[in-house]
């Protein structure tokens, strides 16, 4: 249930609201977690603008963006790694309508660690999450008629 904050100078993107659903769209598909409400609705993006002046290089270039993906501790293993960062410039250069922003991307994966994913005000150890993910499929599947 990664956590997902792009940061930009403010004016990059002209669609907020789809940049952050294409975001967490992206990630929960990476992740392959099983597409259930528990999933749904706590994989989320925030995009923050930032007036021009309030970011800068070393040279003073302010046409940077910074993703910064919060997972669960271990969630990614080295392949998923590299599909979120490819995945995550493509959206945010795709929704700048820039394509040389890829290059002005900066992908920062980071890992919360074990109880350190709170949710619902508690604070979860993976086997806590994955034992309610499996008790809302187990729920779900008791409420699907048999096909």
């Known amino acids: 249930m990664p956590m997902i904050d792009a940061y930009a100078a403010a004016g990059t993107f002209a669609d907020k609201h789809q940049l952050a659903v294409d975001l ?3 990630i929960m598909t990476i992740e392959q977690v099983p597409d259930i409400p528990m999933f749904r609705k706590n994989t989320a993006a925030f995009v923050h603008e930032l007036p021009a002046d309030c970011l800068s290089n ?3 270039d302010s ?3 910074r993703v910064q993906v919060l997972t669960n501790s271990g969630a990614l293993d080295r392949g998923k ?3 979120v960062v490819r995945q995550l410039t493509d959206i945010i250069a795709k929704a700048a309508g820039d394509p040389a922003l890829a290059g002005r991307t900066w992908v920062l994966l980071t890992e919360a660690p074990q109880g350190g994913w709170g949710l619902s005000g508690h604070a979860n150890t993976n086997d806590e999450l994955v034992s309610a993910a499996r008790a809302q ?3 779900l599947t008791k409420h699907t008629p048999p096909s």
Do not use: K, M, R, S
């Open 63 to 65: 046409n940077y963006v």
């Open 24 to 26: 967490a769209t992206a």
């Open 137 to 139: 499929i187990a729920e």
């Open 58 to 60: 070393v040279d003073g």
């Open 81 to 83: 790694q590299l599909a």
